[in-house]
């Protein structure tokens, strides 16, 4: 058997981790993309990330979503999602590969019929551009008919740091320096400019301990907050010291909790 891995990136990792060690954060993040009203205290089961998909000569190939989970409100439902900096020409097919093969592993066979569900799949794009669409499709032609579902896309730079609090959508504050990105060289260059970034985290850091402080956010997920922003500007912010140390200095890290 053939083992191929998809390698991930850093901010895949950084969903991921927010998604596994913090899962009370998808709620909001499902609630804005699909339109829904869970409360928060439904029930998340994650499933396995890792799928292998029959390749021709027998050999299997191993592909990693970013997530896939069910939740237990009214009815159960079953998410897919996936975290990507920029649009690639291949996501469309992965996506496809992801859903059927979550739907296989689930399927049910009565009698002479397989009946296989697809899960509600959306995707995250830290970078977006004019001409980035909003909703993906995948249209399936069958025997029977035609078949199309959509995928949701969130841009995560479409919302303001106010919308993230007001939405409670946390799950991107790690993520929000992406807005930032194509001003670093000014950062780098110019110090009023780099406080005004400063500020902005001052902010972030600001709300999180009102979150804390009322019982909304748990002191590990401050940290883990805080520590997975820091990772995103590691990578991000690799050639820009003053940017990283910058906002370094007003986030400081989650240490204590060994994340």
């Known amino acids: 058997m053939e083992d191929v891995r998809i390698t991930s990136t850093p901010y895949d990792d950084v969903f991921r981790t927010l998604l596994n060690d913090c899962s009370s954060l998808i709620i909001p993040v499902i609630n804005e993309v699909f339109g829904e009203h869970y409360s928060g205290q439904e029930k998340i089961t994650f499933s396995p990330n890792e799928h292998f998909l029959n390749q021709q000569g027998g050999n299997e190939e191993e ?7 069910k939740i237990e409100g009214k009815e159960a439902k079953k998410y897919h999602l996936e975290c990507q900096s920029s649009t690639d020409n291949s996501m469309l097919v992965r996506f496809f590969e992801y859903d059927t093969q979550i739907a296989l592993d689930e399927g049910l066979v009565h009698g002479n019929i397989l009946t296989v569900t697809l ?7 830290l970078r977006h551009h004019a001409s980035t669409p909003d909703t993906l499709t995948i249209r399936m032609v069958t025997p029977g008919g035609t078949v ?7 841009k995560s730079q479409q919302y303001t740091l106010k919308e993230v609090f007001e939405k409670n959508l946390l799950l991107l504050i790690p993520f929000y320096i992406f807005s930032h990105e ?3 060289k000014e950062y780098e260059k110019d110090k009023t400019k780099l406080r005004t970034l400063q500020k902005e985290y001052e902010q972030i850091k600001n709300k999180l301990e009102e979150l804390l402080n009322q019982g909304a956010i748990s002191e590990y997920t401050r940290c883990t907050i805080i520590d997975m922003s820091n990772k995103v500007l590691e990578h991000i912010a690799a050639k820009y010291n003053s940017v990283k140390e910058g906002v370094k200095a007003v986030m400081g890290g989650g240490e204590s909790f060994g994340i």
């Open 148 to 154: 199309e579902y959509d995928i949701p896309v969130m």
């Open 182 to 184: 194509t001003r670093f």
């Open 63 to 69: 592909r990693i979503t970013d997530t896939n989970f």
């Open 119 to 125: 899960p509600h799949s959306a995707v995250l794009f």
